[in-house]
């Protein structure tokens, strides 16, 4: 049955599924950080924080500086902007198939009142 | 839509099942309460009258009236009955509603009409439990420590144990039935149309009718099946301006005219058999969807609830990373996208 092979969306999409790592990147929306700095908000253990980050580094979402001391890590916009391209696209599917279905309505509605 | 950088900051963190309260600022309240439950059941449980009349309220007042439009400038009363017999009603407006994820709304405590209280409410899930953080807040300080001193801390955390006594029984219930772990995972999508019920109920079930307005502008639908009834199917190609032609699949389970239709929709071939979605291979192959429509004022209003059944841990974890992106925006990365989910608010 699964036959399909990996493609880079589905691996984002796998990335994106867990709460904590889309908090991690609406924190790095802001601008760049450290480990520490993105592990604050939660009570979680640094080691704890970096799976999360390395699950993110595979789906090619973030990069991490190569400073040893420092390494901070920074947004990869283009996987994400693909995702969001795609969201935006089955989001647009339903809003315009409804706006469709409204104009629709109204010119059914428009045709009875007038016989 | 907004950045929900606040809600996505909660999100991970440990929340108890012991309520909290916490006073932030000058002007808010901060409680958080977590729950053994999906989240979908949490917002439903918070968000319909037949749960709240088993929970809302400290234990031993009754919810006697509740009415809810739940809908963005919706309005909600509830009457609350006193163990002392006393009546207080509360009142308010819908401002956002990102079910099952986030809901702003307004409170007013009936006697003190000019006292608007601003409660935002975000559900954050992990690993089938629920944490819910509420803000609340007031108008000015005055009014923030007056609740304070009435005693909300232990009128709200014991209404929020009767939530949680609430949920536990309606899993219970669940788990006898064929349980799915769909409520967890779904999508809603409501409009509002300035048509009668029944003209939806048409422009849903006739072919003629479905080929005019289902998929994007410039597309062209052809039917190649349409059997209204449990059991039946419709289904049909897709062909857009720029696009490869592509066939979809509803297969019916539940009908009932004019009111709601229970149907699992997947992308097919020319066959009927059920595909992979062509761009993200771990898409659910099947997602079940329960339409419902309901008449006020000659105006209806639609709701879609979807959510993927059969699906595989990959394919749930796509969908729940699509539904959060449809819902939330990723947390405003993309001002296109948050730009376009105003205005199709601005517009709904």
């Known amino acids: ?115 | 839509m907004t950045t929900q950088t606040p809600s996505a900051a909660t999100a991970g963190q440990t929340i108890a099942n012991r309520m909290t309260l916490t006073l932030v600022s000058d002007r808010e309240i901060a409680v958080t309460r977590a729950f053994d439950a999906p989240r979908s059941l949490v917002f439903e449980a918070c968000n319909d009258c037949e749960h709240m009349k088993n929970w809302w309220g400290p234990r031993g007042f009754d919810l006697i009236e509740c009415t809810m439009d739940l809908r963005p400038g919706g309005k909600y009363r509830f009457v609350q009955k006193a163990p002392d017999g006393s009546i207080h009603g509360f009142n308010g407006v819908y401002r956002e509603i990102s079910a099952p994820e986030r809901i702003v709304f307004t409170q007013i405590y009936e006697p003190i009409p000019g006292q608007v209280v601003v409660v935002t409410t975000t559900l954050t899930e992990t690993d089938g439990k629920t944490a819910l953080s509420q803000n609340l807040l007031f108008s000015s300080k005055e009014a923030r420590d007056g609740m304070v001193a009435s005693g909300m801390e232990r009128g709200e955390a014991e209404s929020f144990e009767r939530l949680d006594e609430l949920l536990a029984g309606l899993l219970d219930s669940a788990g006898s039935g064929s349980a799915t772990g769909t409520a967890a995972n779904q999508m809603v999508v409501t409009r509002e149309f300035d048509a009668p019920r029944d003209l939806l109920w048409k422009a849903w079930t006739e072919p003629d009718r479905l080929a005019r307005w289902w998929g994007p502008p410039g597309s062209a639908i052809e039917v190649a099946r349409l059997d209204l009834r449990p059991g039946g199917v419709f289904h049909y190609s897709m062909k857009t301006p720029n696009g490869p032609l592509m066939w979809g699949l509803f297969a019916y389970r539940e009908v009932v005219p004019t009111e709601r239709i229970v149907f699992v929709n997947s992308f097919s071939d020319a066959a009927g058999g059920l595909t992979r979605n062509p761009w993200i291979a771990t898409w659910p192959l099947e997602i079940l969807n329960t339409l419902t429509l309901t008449e006020h004022g000659g105006k209806t209003t639609l709701t879609l609830r979807g959510g993927p059944i059969n699906a595989t841990a990959e394919e749930l974890q796509a969908f729940e990373a699509g539904r959060a992106g449809m819902q939330g925006g990723f947390a405003g990365t993309f001002e296109k996208l948050d730009r376009y989910l105003a205005e199709a608010l601005a517009r709904a």
């Open chain 1, 1 to 115: 049955m699964n036959t399909h092979r990996p493609d880079p969306l589905s691996a984002t999409f796998s990335a994106l599924a867990d709460p904590t790592r889309r908090a991690i990147l609406a924190r790095l929306a802001l601008g760049e950080a450290t480990v520490t700095q993105l592990a604050a908000p939660f009570e979680m253990s640094l080691p704890g924080v970096s799976k999360h980050l390395r699950v993110l580094q595979r789906a090619g979402l973030i990069e991490q500086g190569r400073d040893a001391q420092w390494r901070p890590c920074r947004l990869e916009a283009e996987p994400l902007r693909n995702v969001a391209a795609w969201v935006e696209q089955y989001r647009r599917f339903w809003e315009e198939s409804f706006d469709r279905l409204d104009d629709y309505l109204r010119e059914l509605q428009a045709q009875e009142n007038e016989s």
